[in-house]
T-cell receptor, first 118, second 113 residues
Framework: EPEVTQTPSHQVTQMGQEVILRCVPI?????FYWYRQILGQKVEFLVS????????KSEIFDDQFSVERPDGSNFTLKIRSTKLEDSAMYFC????????????????FGPGTRLTVL | AQSVTQLGSHVSVSEGALVLLRCNYS??????LFWYVQYPNQGLQLLLK??????LVKGINGFEAEFKKSETSFHLTKPSAHMSDAAEYFC???????????FGTGTRLQVFP
């Protein structure tokens, strides 16, 4: 069964460094998402992406974050200058069709990348 | 604004016992509701979803959930727990005009032999 994959599974970085988290969505999916979960807190939406542009973003997704689909298979999340509070599990997801209007298209999640900022 | 509340961060049941995981939502528009399960070191897997059709929704692995508008609830049940059901379960809500899923804090289910 096709699945979303993410690399690395665990990333440790120093505060102020740039990190790139990588995701390979399911091959025929067109919509991509990033969520994060700070330890002990809820899974939170960061951004959705379609047709090479951001479809929707949350308040968390500020200027230090960016997303890109550099080729036909990868979807990346870049954090330009990491902060201690960026330590979290980051989940990538993809869906076949658009989530709106009115669609309940299922979002399929990857296993996550645990980011630790020291 | 939409939100989800999952009562009970941890639930423990004996193998063969009823599983009941609670989820209440808040939404100003008719919601779409989801239950996801996360096994150790794996991603979030969809168990079932409510999309304004039948109020009783059946999912994978014998789970089901009932949408009760009057109670703003979408509790997850399984008649007989199995050891393999031990995992973390997340309830989520989405409205028709947004991309994002809004998750609850999750409930960790333990199953004892």
């Amino acid at each position: 069964e096709p699945e979303v994959t993410q690399t690395p599974s665990h990333q440790v970085t120093q505060m102020g460094q740039e990190v790139i988290l990588r995701c390979v969505p399911i091959s025929n999916h067109l919509y991509f998402y990033w969520y994060r979960q700070i330890l002990g807190q809820k899974v939170e939406f960061l951004v959705s992406f379609y047709n090479n542009e951001i479809s929707e973003k949350s308040e968390i997704f500020d200027d230090q974050f960016s997303v890109e689909r550099p080729d036909g298979s990868n979807f990346t999340l870049k954090i330009r200058s990491t902060k201690l509070e960026d330590s979290a599990m980051y989940f990538c997801a993809s869906s076949e069709r658009g989530p709106r209007p009115g669609s309940t298209d299922t979002q399929y999640f990857g296993p996550g990348t645990r980011l630790t900022v020291l | 604004a939409q939100s989800v509340t999952q009562l009970g961060s941890h639930v423990s049941v004996s193998e063969g016992a009823l599983v009941l995981l609670r989820c209440n939502y808040s939404s100003s528009v008719p919601p779409y509701l989801f239950w996801y399960v996360q096994y150790p070191n794996q991603g979030l897997q969809l168990l079932l979803k409510y999309t304004s059709a039948a109020t009783l929704v059946k999912g994978i692995n014998g789970f089901e959930a009932e949408f009760k508008k009057s109670e703003t609830s979408f509790h997850l049940t399984k008649p007989s727990a199995h050891m393999s059901d031990a995992a973390e379960y997340f309830c989520a809500v989405k409205s028709y005009n947004t991309d994002k899923l809004i998750f609850g804090t999750g409930t960790r289910l333990q199953v004892f032999p």
